[in-house]
């Protein structure tokens, strides 16, 4: 069966930091693309960063020097290292495998709730 599972959500402190995981099951992880999504309170799911199946990323602006997304094929396993989190990174996190080089290829996780609260 293919699927993602994150794990890694919880609460933390300004200033703090978590580290998500997304569990891929089924397919190859790094045959496709990767991307973490996150959904603030009141506003659409947004993309927060992507690692290609070449292995570059790209961040969004707010993320940017904060947040690192990576990759560890020896367990299948993709990351979101998250530091200096502030109040408005709150929002549920959402891992993404995708890509069309193998025929449409797109599977969400359920998400995780990431709280930075004081």
């Known amino acids: 069966q293919v699927q993602v599972v994150e794990s890694g959500g919880g609460s933390v402190q300004p200033g703090g930091s978590l580290r998500l995981s997304c569990a891929a099951s089924?397919?190859?992880?790094?045959?496709?693309?990767m991307s973490w999504y996150r959904r603030i309170p009141g506003k659409e799911r947004g993309l927060v960063a992507t690692i290609y199946s070449a292995g570059n990323t790209r961040y969004v602006d707010s993320v940017k020097g904060r947040f690192t997304i990576s990759r560890d094929n020896s367990n299948n396993t993709g990351y979101l290292q998250m530091n200096s989190l502030k109040l408005e990174d709150t929002g549920v996190y959402y891992c993404n495998s995708w890509g069309t080089e193998r025929g449409p290829f797109d599977y969400w996780g359920q998400g995780t709730q990431v709280t930075v609260s004081s």
């Open positions: 089924g397919f190859i992880l790094s045959d496709y693309n």
